[in-house]
């Protein structure tokens, strides 16, 4: 009875060996022909078989052979769109942005730069500290929608932007706040006050008063006595500042007793 189970499935892997060879041939036996025509029409039926790789392929392969002509710009905009559904978002971008600088009038650009844009988007998934793709792809979707203001992509590409906006403020609280957790205060209060400078309206911006306020407490409290009246002066106004703001802020408590302290110091001094 084993046996005979064993052979069933040895016979189904040599059918499978069978039809992947026989596949894989005939792909090879396409690709090294010499008909342009024929591999075309073969590159569209594997894009509408979704297998996007042998697309890309035989769009590449016959390429140079349609420039100039009337198929010039669907070879090459079909060649970056297979990249892109194959989710190779690097060769995608690079093709995509290839495409609508050199077609800047065929019917695909709009689309080709829609797609150049989702293409640097995730791309910026793949860099967690460097800001600068996430900045970069921001460039691309403020051109993008600059020069399609009515496009049907326009909400998604808003989206797409509020997304990195979002991440770039994070990645921005996150790099000034390690200063922070590392207790190195005095760096601290220059890192979270550019960060403040460089975006008033982020959505940390009373973590990063109230950073300030704890950075500058721990530097006046671990300061030389020459330079901690000042120090605690700087406590009581970047007290102010954050209460000024956010009167029943999540820090009150422990901005309270930092301010008091502060205080206490002061007119012992």
């Given at each position: 009875m084993k046996s005979k189970h064993l052979l069933h499935f040895l016979a189904v892997i040599m059918v499978a060996g069978l039809v992947l060879t026989s596949c894989t041939s005939a792909f090879d036996k396409i690709l090294k022909s010499t008909d342009n025509e024929a591999k075309y029409q073969k590159a569209m039926e594997y894009y509408k078989l979704k297998?996007?790789?042998?697309?890309?392929?035989?769009?590449?392969?016959?390429?140079?052979?349609?420039?100039?002509?009337?198929?010039?710009?669907?070879?090459?905009?079909?060649l970056a769109k297979s990249f892109f559904l194959d989710n190779d978002m690097y060769s995608a971008e690079h093709y995509l942005n290839t495409f609508r600088?050199?077609?800047?009038?065929?019917?695909?650009?709009?689309?080709?730069?829609?797609?150049?844009?989702?293409?640097?988007?995730?791309?910026t998934y793949r860099s967690s500290l460097d800001p600068r793709p996430s900045t970069q792809a921001l460039a691309a979707m403020n051109e993008f929608l600059y020069?399609?203001?009515?496009?049907?992509?326009?909400?998604?590409?808003?989206?797409?932007?509020?997304?990195?906006?979002?991440?770039?403020?994070?990645?921005?609280?996150?790099?000034?706040?390690?200063?922070?957790?590392?207790?190195?205060?005095?760096?601290?209060?220059?890192?979270?006050?550019?960060?403040l400078k460089d975006n008033p309206n982020t959505q940390y911006r009373e973590d990063i008063l109230y950073l300030i306020l704890s950075s500058s407490y721990r530097l006046a409290k671990n300061s030389v006595s020459s330079?901690?009246?000042?120090?605690?002066?700087?406590?009581?106004?970047?007290?102010?500042?954050?209460?000024?703001?956010?009167?029943?802020?999540?820090?009150?408590?422990?901005?309270?007793?930092?301010?008091?302290?502060?205080?206490d110091f002061l007119e012992k001094k």
């Open positions: 297998k996007y790789s042998r697309a890309a392929t035989l769009f590449d392969n016959i390429a140079l052979y349609y420039r100039g002509t009337p198929r010039d710009d669907s070879v090459n905009f079909y600088q050199t077609f800047p009038r065929s019917q695909f650009t709009e689309e080709a730069y829609f797609l150049r844009c989702v293409s640097v988007y995730n791309v020069l399609y203001p009515s496009t049907e992509w326009a909400p998604q590409i808003r989206g797409m932007q509020d997304d990195l906006r979002g991440r770039l403020d994070e990645k921005a609280f996150n790099s000034a706040a390690l200063y922070h957790k590392i207790e190195e205060y005095k760096a601290a209060v220059m890192a979270l006050k550019t960060t330079k901690q009246r000042d120090r605690y002066q700087s406590v009581i106004d970047e007290y102010y500042n954050i209460i000024s703001e956010y009167p029943e802020s999540k820090y009150k408590r422990n901005a309270d007793g930092m301010h008091t302290e502060a205080l």
